[in-house]
């Protein structure tokens, strides 16, 4: 498994295995904005709107393939409001059902932090669906508990709303 950062060319370049990607996790069962029916070519529009961001230097992307396909993404989202400028979102961390529980979403968060770091970020923050195995991998990476907001999303599959976990690291 290997790592990259994208450029935007290369993020637009990746936007049909990403959409795969996304369109996998949500079928899954992943609560990351979406529910069904959840079609390819919302997926495809969501990442060509990320590919933008990153071309225009909001947003940074790491993906992570195996054997040269796309596995697993990773997003690094920058505050720019003035007063923000120090801290980033960490969103749409996503490994391919087939391809968990090998340590790829682990790496791809050690990536992250590393790059916000270097770009002299020092807090990290982030949302997830309260109990999901995301939870557990980011406190295992040093994200503590903010607070739970409660009936934050709905399932997205079945028509009940769920809690979310908002978490945050300090990585000065
Ligand atoms: C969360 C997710 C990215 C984890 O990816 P992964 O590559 O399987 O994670 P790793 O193999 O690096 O696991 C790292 C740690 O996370 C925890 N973890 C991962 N999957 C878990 C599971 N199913 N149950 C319990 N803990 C789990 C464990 O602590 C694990 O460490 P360990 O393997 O040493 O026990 C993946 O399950 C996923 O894409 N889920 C759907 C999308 C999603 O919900 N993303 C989060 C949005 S906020």
Known sequence: MRIEELTGPEARAVVEPL?????????DGASIGYILPFEPPV?????????DEVARGLTRMFVAREAGEVVGVVLLQLAMKQNQ???????KLLVHPNARRRGTGRALMVTVEAAARQAGRVLLILDTRTGDPSEALYRSVGFSLAGVM??????????????????YKHIA
């Open 19 to 27: 959409a795969e990607l996304l369109h996998a996790c949500v079928h």
């Open 43 to 51: 997926a495809c529009a969501f990442w060509e709107g990320v590919a």
């Open 85 to 91: 400028q120090h801290r980033a979102t960490v969103a």
């Open 150 to 167: 409660p009936a934050y999303a709905r399932h997205p599959i079945d028509p009940v709303l769920e809690d979310c976990s908002l978490m």
